[in-house]
């Protein structure tokens, strides 16, 4: 309410409560202009109904909200729905345009103010998670994989000859499949085992440049958060290697933003040698729905480069997403999460480790992944072929998601190439094992509900495994018996 609307109010309300109203929307308006003026994350999280007027506030600029307006073209935010109007604060007409995604659109100035806020925003909170000298960033709505080929054909433009993409592996799919996707030939470098950990071949990457050529290869695509045993990336070695031969690097850092580890590992990288663009999830990251990511980078004018190479305008609901929860959390909520997280992996590594034991299982030795464990199933595995698989359907369907349990020589073709011991990571890991995971939002109940519930299946293997024994034993002893008297 502005003066003039004041005034005419103190006339039918007494003046006192209507400067106390007034004073109480002020304290909304403060967090707002302190928002505008340093796009940052707010340090105490906002109220809802600051979130609420704030984008009311920006929906107002929005034209298909103007009183009045009259619109002839072809988009002109109608929305014929109200339930899905409200879903979206009215936020109707997206970001960017045809052109850049990034661009201002004149007939929505509260979505283009969004988008830039949401951007200035994100960036801080990945400064706060570790990666200090990211210069640039913005939200993207596609999810990694996409994002990830955006990146390539970006590079396409500036490397033309270039056909090769150098790949240390990991198996999932949507990752290999951004590469295929863009229209090159991943190069896939096998993973070294050390101990039980698998990490990058660093001597075969560099023997794989020499023989294909410097100017033939795209980029290196690298990894950070990753299931063990596979570790994230030899970032720092790798980035040293991209800048001896002016190779691109592109990180994928999926769910690495809630790992002070993987974002330390980014920071250091940028420092010693050269990366160009790191791509994370939006809903690993932040808990907000699938459909977002956030690529950034060091160099500004190269992240402009990819967000031009968008094409279209874009959905403005990622950045709606992220930008609620971010406001509500404040720098100091989310900080607080991360801090959990990692509290609740030591307490899961530490439980999953005596529940092994108690099984003659073993937890897997990998320090270097700060998100994820592994559990052997080596004595599941030697008993039955098909109970390392069974037992991830018993854990489903006892309502255990997350959970991830991997057979020895297990093979998939994947685009026409085929992966020994897929989902393993390596062509023939030693033994069959379980994954858990401690991503953010994760509770001490989660943990612990999930142990319980995983202590039953294997003992209910080991109890099918006895008596299928006794009844071996019986069978024996009876053939014995038979061939005496015979």
Same mark, same amino acid.
């Given at each position: ?16 409560? *209507? ?16 928002? !505008? ?11 809802? $109904? ?8 920006? /929906? ?9 307006? =009259?619109? *002839? ?17 009215? !936020? ?73 993409? @150098? ?7 949507? =990752? ?6 863009? %229209? ?22 560099? /023997?794989?440049?020499?023989? !294909? ?17 596979? *570790? ?6 790798? /980035? ?17 933003? #809630? ?8 920071? #250091? %990288? ?17 808990? *907000? ?17 990819? $967000?031009?190479?968008?094409? %279209?305008? &874009? ?12 406001? $509500? ?73 997350? &959970?991830?349990?991997?057979? =020895?020589? $297990? ?22 094992? !379980? ?35 006794? @009844?071996?034993?019986?069978?024996? &002893? ?9």
């Amino acid at each position: 309410m502005n003066a003039e609307n004041q005034g005419c109010s103190e006339r039918l309300v007494t003046a006192a409560y *209507v400067r106390q109203g007034a004073q109480g929307r002020r304290a909304h308006e403060l967090r707002l202009r302190a928002l !505008l003026e340093q796009g940052k994350c707010p340090e105490d999280g906002w109220d809802e $109904s600051t979130i609420e007027l704030f984008l009311h506030e920006l /929906a107002i600029m929005d034209s298909n909200n103007f009183l009045g307006n =009259c619109g *002839v073209g072809e988009r002109e935010g109608r929305v014929v729905s109200g339930l899905v109007a409200r879903r979206h604060y009215r !936020l109707i007409h997206g970001i960017g345009r045809s052109g850049d995604i990034s661009a201002v659109q004149p007939k929505a100035a509260g979505s283009s103010l969004l988008n830039k806020l949401t951007n200035s925003v994100v960036l801080d909170v990945i400064k706060l998670a570790g990666v200090r000298t990211v210069t640039s960033c913005f939200v993207v709505p596609m999810a990694t994989g996409m994002s990830l080929t955006l990146c390539f054909l970006t590079l396409r433009h500036k490397r033309p000859k270039a056909k090769y993409i @150098i790949w240390p592996r990991i198996d999932q799919k949507s =990752c290999f499949k951004s590469m295929i996707t863009a %229209g090159f030939e991943p190069v896939v470098i096998e993973n070294v085992l050390e101990g039980d950990e698998l990490r990058t071949d660093l001597e075969a990457v560099e /023997a794989k440049i020499k023989a !294909l050529g410097a100017e033939n290869i795209l980029c290196v695509h690298s990894t950070t958060s990753c299931f063990a045993p596979r *570790v994230p990336d030899r970032l720092e070695e790798l /980035a040293v290697i991209c800048a001896n031969y002016d190779i691109p690097h592109i990180v994928n850092n999926a769910y690495g933003v #809630q790992s002070s580890k993987c974002m330390h590992l980014i920071q #250091q %990288g940028a420092r010693v040698g050269r990366i160009d663009a790191f791509v994370q999830s939006l809903d690993k990251n932040f808990m *907000v729905p699938v459909g977002g990511a956030i690529i950034a980078g060091f160099n500004e004018s190269f992240i402009q480069e990819i $967000s031009k190479m968008y094409p %279209g305008r &874009a959905s403005a609901s990622p950045s709606l997403d992220v930008l609620i929860t971010l406001l $509500s959390l404040g720098a100091s909520g989310y900080k607080k999460l991360l801090k959990e997280r990692k509290e609740m992996f030591s307490y899961l590594s530490s439980e999953l480790k005596k529940l092994a034991d108690n099984h003659n299982e073993r937890l897997l030795d990998t320090p270097h992944n700060p998100i994820s464990l592994a559990m052997s199933l080596k004595h599941l595995d030697e008993n039955n072929d098909a109970a390392v698989t069974q037992l991830g359907s018993m854990l489903f369907t006892r309502q255990v998601s997350g &959970a991830r349990v991997v057979p =020895c020589g $297990s093979v998939q073709t994947v685009n026409n190439y085929t992966f020994k011991g897929f989902m393993s990571h390596a062509n023939d890991y030693p033994c069959a094992y !379980l994954n858990a995971a401690s991503a953010i939002g994760i509770k001490k109940q989660d943990v612990d509900v999930f142990l319980k519930r995983l202590d039953k299946c294997l003992k209910t293997f080991r109890k099918e495994a006895k008596q299928e024994k006794s @009844i071996n034993e019986i069978s024996d &002893a009876n053939a014995a018996t038979e061939q005496l008297e015979d």
